[in-house]
């Protein structure tokens, strides 16, 4: 019996010692995790998290938002100025600004970076859409070595915020981009002393499916108040652990630092913060969406009646009242998260508005609309004006626990007014294909990213955008949605700030009344950090390193 007790005390001696020389080798680190390896190391053709929570690090803008105030804040550009026209803008560039390979920053490698790759036809990047103003570029002039010029088609007030555009280095990349070869550049299989930044770390070590460390960058520009280089951490690792179980075990037992919990998680870890020394973060609401949206396409793949109950107005007021968005918060996020109405809330700042149309859970209500609209019931069976039984089916992602809660309870609820209704989880390449492409879908349980910009969302909101997904083109001929084109036409032309949340707000309220999305409920966003931070300051839209290079480790 001894042999049983002996080996795993001799595990436990190693591990202890191994766990001791690893505190000892990872001094001053941060250590993190990810779900996946990344996809690139190239910002300008990224798509996916996987490859931007490593680039952030690494790469700088001319600008940054401030993830507390939301406000926009000078960054490898020290100012700027404006013409009266509002169109022709020149940024000041910092002079003692360095790559991290000790080559200097100049006006040469932003004007490369949107002349050569940005607006680079042959290179697939999302940024091109982005910097493309009704259909025309910007004209992007070099002054002199540090001053840039751009010029404007048109008024574009999201300008500002736009410019966290990463800047890449003309010298190490200008020779690839003319053999044309930027495309699989600066792929997971590069030498990592090629990925050249101006960001406070460069990269270090990328082992796929284990870990990417992360090093200060020794030619960084920013000093503290007594002028001591930042930032003051000097590495990051993160670990690459696929499973979410796996990762809150990890930070249990102090592998990792820091990690985004849900709500479930919060009541497996609370009672340990001061045992295992670490502090939940309850910051509030997600910037993200999760909605019920109907197909109201003319060409949709489903028959023409059920077309007819989609694009009735009395039919979606029925369903937004059906919605038991406190259920969702209970059952789904753990008490933590909010009744969602519209596509923006309360942690998007500014453009919020709050005077928006809100459903409450009320089936009575519903049944009211239902009259309204000629339903009518047989024996607790709902049947439209024609005879038609209301029965449909709604899909939502198959790899997504919690959509597939809410759709249960909304499925529960939709029966309670005699609907049938079937609920089908797909993989989400399909479900893509199927809302996008072809069009042979009924109901859709699904999410959307969001931000403090309006201006981001032109892709869903214009009828000519490419997640329209509900009535593409606009071929409905609804006075409404020309209404939201001519908002998201015209939001981006006044300076104004406060013109501007007029022109937001009516879009809000509109979306509100017309419900082309059925919003449900936000899940808050929540963050355990272990007690070994000084200069934190977590937020929803900052996350919690937004401040990285101020940020210090306790000794």
């Known amino acids: 019996m001894k042999k049983y007790f002996i080996l795993p005390f001799i595990f436990?001696?190693?591990l202890c010692g191994c766990r001791k020389e690893r505190q000892k080798q990872f001094k001053n680190t941060l250590l993190l995790s990810t779900s996946s390896d990344p996809k690139s190391f190239n910002p300008i053709i990224a798509k996916e998290t996987s490859t931007t929570v490593i680039t952030n690090f690494v790469f700088e803008g001319l600008t940054k938002i401030n993830g507390v105030t939301l406000e926009v804040e000078p960054l490898l550009a020290e100012k700027w100025s404006v013409d009266k026209s509002g169109k022709i803008w020149k940024f000041y560039l910092r002079k003692d600004v360095f790559w991290n390979d000790g080559k200097k920053f100049t006006a040469d490698d932003v004007v490369f970076t949107f002349n050569n790759l940005i607006y680079n036809d042959d290179i697939p990047t999302s940024s091109r859409d982005i910097f493309t103003i009704e259909g025309k570029k910007i004209e992007v002039k070099k002054i002199d070595d540090y001053t840039v010029e751009f010029i404007l088609p048109e008024i574009f007030a999201p300008f500002?915020?736009?410019?966290?555009?990463?800047?890449?280095?003309?010298?190490?990349?200008?020779?690839?981009?003319?053999?044309?070869?930027?495309?699989?550049?600066?792929?997971?299989?590069?030498?990592?002393?090629?990925?050249?930044?101006?960001?406070?770390?460069?990269?270090?070590?990328?082992?796929?499916?284990?870990?990417?460390?992360?090093?200060?960058?020794?030619?960084?520009?920013r000093k503290d108040k007594d002028g001591v280089q930042l930032p003051y951490i000097e590495r990051i690792v993160f670990q690459i652990v696929p499973d979410p179980n796996m990762a809150i075990l990890k930070f249990r037992i102090g592998e990792i630092d820091a990690i985004s919990i849900r709500g479930q998680d919060y009541h497996i870890l609370k009672p340990l913060e001061k045992s295992k020394n670490f502090k939940i973060y309850d910051v509030g609401p997600s910037l993200g969406t999760d909605f019920l949206a109907f197909n109201q396409n003319i060409d949709a793949k489903i028959p023409n009646y059920k077309k007819e109950w989609f694009s009735d107005i009395n039919f979606r007021k029925c369903i937004a009242h059906a919605i038991d968005r406190e259920a969702i918060?209970?059952?789904?996020?753990a008490n933590f998260g909010s009744p969602l109405y519209g596509p923006m809330n309360k942690s998007c700042g500014f453009f919020y508005n709050d005077k928006i149309i809100k459903y409450e859970y009320d089936l009575e209500k519903s049944r009211e609309y239902l009259k309204k609209g000629g339903y009518k019931w047989n024996n607790n069976i709902l049947y439209d004006s024609k005879g038609n039984r209301v029965e449909f089916t709604i899909i939502t992602n198959s790899n997504n626990f919690e959509r597939i809660q809410i759709g249960n309870i909304i499925q529960n609820d939709l029966e309670k007014l005699g609907m049938k209704v079937n609920l089908l989880p797909v993989e989400?390449?399909?479900?893509?294909?199927?809302?996008?492409?072809?069009?042979?879908?009924?109901?859709?349980?699904?999410?959307?990213t969001g931000g403090i910009e309006p201006h981001g969302g032109k892709n869903v909101w214009h009828s000519k955008g490419q997640l329209h997904f509900w009535n593409f083109?606009?071929?409905?001929?609804?006075?409404?949605?020309?209404?939201?084109?001519?908002?998201?036409?015209?939001g981006t032309k006044y300076l104004n700030p406060n013109k501007r949340k007029e022109i937001y707000d009516r879009w809000q309220l509109i979306v509100s009344e017309y419900l082309p999305l059925i919003?449900?409920?936000?899940?808050?966003?929540?963050?355990?950090?272990?007690?070994?931070?000084e200069n934190l300051k977590v937020t929803v839209y900052g996350g919690i390193f937004h401040n990285i290079e101020e940020i210090k480790i306790k000794e």
């Not at 083109?473 to 015209?490: A, C, R, S, V």
């Open 428 to 448: 989400f390449n399909t479900l893509v294909n199927k809302l996008t492409i072809t069009k042979d879908w009924e109901g859709v349980i699904i999410g959307l």
């Open 160 to 221: 500002l915020q736009l410019l966290g555009q990463e800047i890449l280095p003309k010298h190490k990349l200008e020779k690839i981009v003319i053999d044309g070869k930027f495309s699989s550049s600066w792929g997971v299989n590069e030498k990592v002393e090629n990925i050249v930044g101006t960001g406070p770390y460069k990269i270090k070590e990328y082992r796929p499916g284990e870990w990417i460390i992360l090093e200060k960058n020794p030619f960084y520009w």
């Open 12 to 14: 436990l001696l190693f």
């Open 473 to 490: 083109g606009n071929k409905k001929n609804y006075n409404w949605e020309k209404e939201i084109d001519f908002l998201f036409e015209t």
């Open 519 to 533: 919003y449900t409920a936000n899940s808050n966003v929540i963050y355990a950090i272990r007690n070994k931070f």
């Open 329 to 333: 918060i209970k059952n789904v996020y």
